[in-house]
């Protein structure tokens, strides 16, 4: 007679009792959930959030549980991931002031860890070494863990805990201003998983009509013909910078306020669509002519996703007219796509922080000295759009940066974040004449238009405008796109030209139609796309994604797609 089958550790368990299987074996199985527990009490503030929190980790670990069968090494992995979670989403609310969501891992890419790893020199190693540290210790809780839970069940908790965080993600969604605040990360990375899969299911990455009346034709590569001479055009990003006189009580140094103003004398606003981090969403919009609102919740995420699929924008408009394009960047050119998103819109010569040597931050000379130096290997006879991407204006306004380019600097007598944000703005309008001054002597007799921004305002403006306002005030204030926080400033300047006259340039614009501005100030014939949105923006009076509720920017995103000119979206 064969011997009878073993009936396995769940069997001799209940035979034996919870006892027989030894201390450590039991913290094995319970350390992980204890652990979990501290890190909810510590990140999670209030019951809705705490819910989430719970429900999650219960999918992770009935997920594990369902492939492993051994609670002990599911628990350790589930801590493992929601460890991660929280210090990916504590850095990345160090550097742009929000947190990790579900979308962070919905658009994914080789470009985000090339540049993760260009940035962090040491992170390749550490990633190694946590590899060699965590991948034993897992083998010895696979080898320790005396219980065995049957895959079924396990699964079908998985499931209960599921349907259970979209009823509440659902009933409790999670405000989008809280995406500020620096705590709730699993809850809140949970939560916008719903809603993001809710979202791209039912519009996709981009909003846009199902059908539009009309068509656009697309522009003959030879077809742009314009009156008079090209002038040279370039177009500089000014990093963080806004009048702050806008908050009252705020005191600056004399002659402050001359830097906004164009060549006219007039102070004209610049409508961004971010506060305070995110610079790529006016480098969307200034390229690519387009609103970075259509994108919804995936907006933060606008360059990656637009990368190869959004074939339309200023310097793609240029080249049809024989312009050469290129453009200088602070940082490297991975960093959110910025590379493949640039060349996609038209740029042909794409220099990003390792082309041109610059370090961690360099001053606005520096940009513009390079500028100047690339420009001057251009064929004379060619016409040139330049980008000029500047950054020293970039927080943290906590740290002095180069304070021996401003020997003579008398703080005015504010906190000290906005006296140094000032000594930075003083650094910039420096810095800018002395620009003009190089391009004067370095291309004599050459016509220059120059188009400066501001992309955005800094992180401190809300509370420079609204002092009484808490957190949550301000998040929804900035969740609302109230205009006050997003005001900068546009200003235009020109060397040996006349800008055009246009009705399009206006005291107000919303940041998508300055590529429009640009070309009308040059005398650049429109193609049919920007033809379109120029009567959009006659009609809207300055406003875009704002118009009619959306309406404008959805129709004008349609007629681009028919047209070939956004594929994939």
Known sequence: MPPAPNPGPSANLAATGLASVGIWRLLAVAAPQLAALAVMLQTETDFNSRTCFLLAWGILNFFFIALLRRPALSGALSLTLVVVLVLLSRLKHDIVQMTANFVDLMVIDRDTASFLFAIFPNLRWSVIAAGFIILPLMYGLWRLDPFRIRRLPALACTLVCLAALVTCSIEWPDEAWRGYYDDGYLSKF??????????????????????????????????CHPKGPRPNIIMIHDESSFDVREASGVKVP????????????????????????????????VLAGLSSRSFGRFAYFVTRIASGRVERGLPLALRRCGYDTLSLYPAFGAFMSARSFQLTTGIQHFYDAHDLGAGDVEPDSFFYDKAIDLM?????????????????????????????????????GNEPVVDEYLRRQAMSATDYQSFLAGLKKRFPGQPFLIVRYGDHQPEFSPHLLDPGLDEAGVGKKLDAYDPRYYATYYAID?????????PVVMDTIDGPYLP??????????????????????????????ACNDGAEARRFNRLLIDAGLIQGL
């Not at 002659?255 to 969307?284: I, M, Q, V």
């Not at 040139?384 to 180069?402: D, I, K, S």
């Not at 020109?494 to 246009?502: G, H």
Request: net charge neutral.
């Open 190 to 223: 949970a939560r916008s998983g719903v809603t993001s899969v809710s979202d791209f299911i039912n519009y996709g990455f981009m909003e846009s009509d199902a059908v539009a009346s009309g068509r656009l034709k697309v522009p003959l590569l030879d077809s």
């Open 494 to 502: 020109a060397i040996n030209f006349k800008p055009v006259e246009s």
């Open 376 to 412: 001057a290997r251009q064929p004379p006879a060619t016409p040139l759009f330049a980008f000029v991407y500047l950054a020293a204006n970039h927080f943290p306004w906590e740290t002095r940066f180069r304070p021996d380019l401003t020997p003579g600097w008398r703080a005015p």
């Open 254 to 285: 004399p002659g402050y306020g001359s830097h906004f103003k164009s060549f006219d004398g007039k102070e004209r606003k610049f409508l961004a669509e971010s506060n305070g981090g995110p610079s790529w969403f006016t480098e969307y919009n």
């Open 516 to 545: 429009l501005v640009i070309q009308e100030a040059a005398g650049i014939p429109l193609d049919p796309s920007f033809a379109e949105q120029k009567n959009i923006m006659l009609r809207c009076k300055g406003l875009f994604y």
